[in-house]
């Protein structure tokens, strides 16, 4: 088993940046793939960005490319998610999920076995 807590959000205006961290602690971190969610007020959570075990493949929504990066520090158990030229839309309780089944990239919910508490980002216009 592995718990999941996010932090690193906050309020920015559009334009602006942040970075999103999960750190986990449990079982082996490097055994789990990862991807970041997020949801909306009013809408369904939605797959952002994952990154493999060793972290040496990533994938990400068309939405965020070219603005978010996700990377991993297994030896410090932490994922990050780099967020650039933040939007309005942007605006969304971002979660972190971990897998611990072969595979990675997945964008189901119920792909993830794990998931953190969430952590608030606000992209002001």
């Known amino acids: 088993q592995v718990q999941l807590v996010e932090s690193g959000g906050g309020l920015v205006q559009a334009g602006g940046s942040l970075r999103l961290s999960c750190a986990a602690s449990g079982r082996t971190f490097s055994d789990y793939a990862v991807s970041w969610f997020r949801q909306a007020p009013g809408k369904e959570r939605e797959f952002v960005a994952a990154i493999s075990r060793s972290g040496g493949l990533t994938y990400y929504a068309d939405f965020v490319k070219g603005r978010f990066t996700i990377s991993r520090n297994n030896a410090k158990n932490t994922v990050y998610l780099q967020m650039n030229s933040l939007k309005p839309e942007d605006t969304a309780v971002y979660y972190c999920?971990?897998?611990?089944?072969?595979?990675?990239?997945?964008?189901?919910?119920?792909?993830?076995?794990?998931w953190g508490q969430g952590t608030q980002v606000t992209v002001s216009s």
């Open positions: 999920a971990a897998r611990q089944a072969a595979g990675w990239a997945k964008t189901r919910l119920t792909d993830y076995d794990y």
